[in-house]
């Protein structure tokens, strides 16, 4: 199932070392710097970067159609047995707790209550299906992982639920990993991408709370986690860099996701 993207060229990566070099006039505050310099940033790794501007324009509306309405709420699955009719197309969102799914979630529909927003980890232990595009997508928010506190019965329960699910959800077209921008790639983040490339599931990875993270950071993290992408047979290969505070990276996110959608 994984999409047959060839193997990477994280869009605008060659030009990273670039977007670091400062290019304001030095009497700049400082604030206003990083501001542009985060601009440059998100601008240089956006996936659209190769489009022209009338693809992006057109790729974009796309997304932010298909994000204009509120999702219908549709289950909590617990049991393969409880899914739903597949889906034209399902995207699922997953990440460790904490690293700002609800939010981003919340933020691509522009709204605050779509995915509660929880400091607790692991609250839910289920997949959440969301229905978008009137039924034709589903958006599935998967739980947390990572919670340690969690009793073994129920993480080995979830365990084998998840892998049941990405084994056998052809209509399954991109698992979105979420990874916090300041700390990379984990090793249960590194156990999850074993698990989708085992099963050929198609995933990218987003980065989350772009925000918070320093420039030079942030361009040293996209350049490691692309050449450790490169090693990932069912990873695409370009890197969305988002913050839901402040609402950067989501129009290249939301059409991203509705490029899914035929
Ligand atoms: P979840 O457990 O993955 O659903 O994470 P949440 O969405 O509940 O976010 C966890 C914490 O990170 C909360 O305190 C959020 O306010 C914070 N957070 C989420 N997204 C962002 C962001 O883009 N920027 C910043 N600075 N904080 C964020």
């Given amino acids: 199932m994984a ?62 159609a298909l ?22 197309a399902e995207i699922a969102f997953a990440g460790r707790s904490n690293v700002g799914k609800s939010s981003l979630i919340n933020a691509l529909f522009g709204r605050k209550d779509v995915a509660r927003v929880s400091n607790t980890p692991g609250r839910t232990r289920e997949l959440n299906y969301f229905s978008l595009a009137e039924g034709r997508m589903a958006l599935v928010d998967m739980p947390g992982y990572g919670y340690a506190k969690a009793p073994k019965s129920l993480v080995k329960k979830w365990q084998a639920l998840v892998r049941d699910y990405l084994r056998g959800r052809p209509s399954l077209k991109r698992v979105f990993i979420l990874i916090d921008a300041r700390h990379g790639i984990k090793p249960q983040d590194e156990a ?57 990276g989501l129009e290249e996110l939301r059409a991203a996701i509705a490029a899914l959608l035929k």
């Fill in 3 to 64: 999409e047959s993207e060839g193997k990477p060229a994280v869009s605008g990566r060659q030009e990273l070392s670039a977007a670091a070099t400062p290019g304001a006039p030095a009497q700049a505050p400082a604030q206003e710097e990083a501001a542009r310099a985060a601009k440059r940033i998100f601008a240089r790794t956006s996936p659209l970067a190769s489009l022209s501007d009338e693809e992006r324009a057109a790729a974009i509306e796309r997304g932010r």
């Fill in 67 to 88: 994000f204009a309405r509120p999702p219908v709420f549709v289950k909590g699955v617990a049991d393969m047995a409880q899914l739903p009719d597949p889906f034209e």
């Fill in 192 to 248: 999850a991408m074993d698990l989708l490339d085992e099963t050929a599931v198609n995933y990218q990875i987003v980065l989350t709370k772009a925000d918070k993270a320093r420039r030079d950071a942030l361009e040293k993290l996209l350049a490691r986690t692309g050449e450790a992408l490169m090693a990932r047979p069912a990873a695409h290969p370009e890197i969305h860099v988002t913050s839901a505070r402040k609402k950067q």
